[in-house]
C-alpha cells in the first residue's frame, strides 16, 4: 500500500513547485553549512525547486519520526535519514517530538518542521524540548498551515491561551478534545482523503497511532504569540501559497529575552516585517 506522502506527491508537486520564496537569501545566510535536525520530515518543502530549499545548502541534516511507520512515509526501514542532499550523512531517529532524550542538550545548529507542529497535542512542550537541544544561537524554521484556504478553514484559530492550559496539563498525543470541532467544521471540498465524516472519524480515533489530528489551528499572529512566549526573536515571516505560513526564530544567547515588539501590530496584516505573497 502506497504511504500517503506517494499519493499526494503529484498533488504537492503541482501547488507548491514554485520559485523561491521573497527573502530565500535571509534563510540561507543562516542555515549554509549547518547541522540540523528536522522533525516529522522529509519534506518537499524544503527540497530544489521548492519555495525554500534548504536540504541542498546544509552539511547534514538529522530526521525525527514518531514511529517507525507512518501514514505519510510508509514503513521507515533505514537508520539514515533520507533527504535531498543528506548523502548518507544523516541519522533516523525514531522519538516523539516532545521526547528527544537520543540527544544531548545544544547539539544542533538548527531545527526544521513542516507542518508537523499542527499534529502535536502540545506545541509548547514540543518547542522547549526543541530547544533544549538547539545551540545558543541556533534557529527553528517552522512551516504550519494558514487556516485560510486550508481544510480547517471553518474552525476557530487557537489562542495561546489553549496551548498553555495544554502544557499545563501535560496533554498528551493521545488526545482527542478536538474531534467534535475537528469532524464539525472539517472542510471536505478541500480534503479529498476521506470519502465521509465516518472514515475521518475513525481515523482520528486512533491518533495516538496515526497521528493525523490538526490538534491547533494557526494564522500568523497566532505563530507570533506562540514564538515570543518561548523565548524566540522572530527573524522572518512569510506566507506561501497555497496555505504556508514560514517563519525562522532564533534562540537567545545566555538566556537574553527577544524583542519581537515589530510583529505585535494590533493587525499582524499590516505589519511591513510580513512578507506577504499569498494569492
Known sequence: MKSLRAMLAPYI??????????????????????????????????????????????????????????????????????????????????????????????????????????????????????????????????????????????????????????????VQEGDVQHLQEIVAFHDFKLDKRFASCGNLINLLEKNSEHRMMHHHVFDPPTVIRLLDHVHLQIVSVDLVKPYNIVCMAQKMMDGAYPDNTRYFYPNVNDCKDVQFIFG
Open 13 to 170: 508537486r503541482r501547488v507548491i513547485r514554485r520559485k523561491k520564496i521573497a527573502n530565500y537569501e535571509t534563510y540561507r545566510k543562516v542555515l549554509e553549512g549547518k547541522v540540523g535536525l528536522e522533525i516529522g520530515g522529509p519534506s518537499d518543502f524544503f527540497s530544489t525547486g521548492y519555495p525554500l530549499p534548504i536540504y541542498p545548502i546544509v552539511v547534514s541534516l538529522d530526521g525525527c519520526n514518531f514511529s517507525s511507520t507512518t501514514v505519510w512515509e510508509g514503513t521507515i526501514q533505514s537508520k539514515i535519514y533520507r533527504c535531498e542532499g543528506s548523502h548518507g550523512r544523516g541519522r533516523q531517529f525514531i522519538a516523539d517530538a516532545t521526547n528527544l532524550s537520543f540527544s544531548e542538550d545544544e547539539r544542533y545548529d538548527f531545527f526544521l518542521s513542516c507542518h508537523s507542529l499542527e499534529h502535536i497535542a502540545n506545541p509548547i512542550k514540543a518547542l522547549k524540548e526543541w530547544l533544549r537541544i538547539l545551540k545558543s544561537g541556533g534557529v527553528v524554521v517552522l512551516v504550519v498551515p494558514h487556516r485560510d484556504g486550508h481544510f480547517d478553514t471553518g474552525r476557530p484559530v487557537t489562542i495561546l491561551e489553549h496551548m498553555l492550559m495544554d502544557y499545563s496539563k501535560d
